[in-house]
Nanobody, 128 residues
């Protein structure tokens, strides 16, 4: 069964930090890249960060550049979130594309339709 399991969410005050984890060992051996997405209240789901598994190169949405860092080891993908803002509140999802597939545009690896595999999410709440 395909599984991605997120953890590490919680409630913090603005300016605080959280580290999200995604248990994804199977995907780290078959995926070219993986991503983190979030859905804030009343908004559509949006891409936050992506990482190319083999080379380690990363991609970030403008809204999180300089504050969030995506990384991986042999078993998990992580999202370190610093300087959190209330607008970062939302459900955070880890996602994986089909095995061996590349994004249509390598400079835009956060197209939701390119990710068929999703975790159930972990809630992040940032209070002001």
């Amino acid at each position: 069964q395909v599984q991605l399991v997120e953890s590490g969410g919680g409630s913090v005050q603005a300016g605080g930090s959280l580290r999200l984890s995604c248990a994804a060992s199977r995907y780290l051996y078959t995926s070219i890249y993986m991503g983190w997405f979030r859905q804030s209240p009343g908004k559509e789901r949006e891409g936050v960060a992506a990482i190319y598994i083999g080379v380690g190169s990363t991609y970030y949405a403008d809204s999180v550049k300089g504050r969030f860092t995506i990384s991986r080891d042999n078993a998990k993908v992580y999202l370190q979130m610093n300087s959190l803002k209330p607008e970062d509140t939302g459900m955070y999802y880890c996602a994986a594309p089909r095995a061996g597939s590349y994004p249509n545009d390598p400079n835009e690896p956060l197209k939701e339709y390119e990710y068929p595999y999703w975790g159930r999410g972990t809630q992040v709440t940032v209070s002001s």
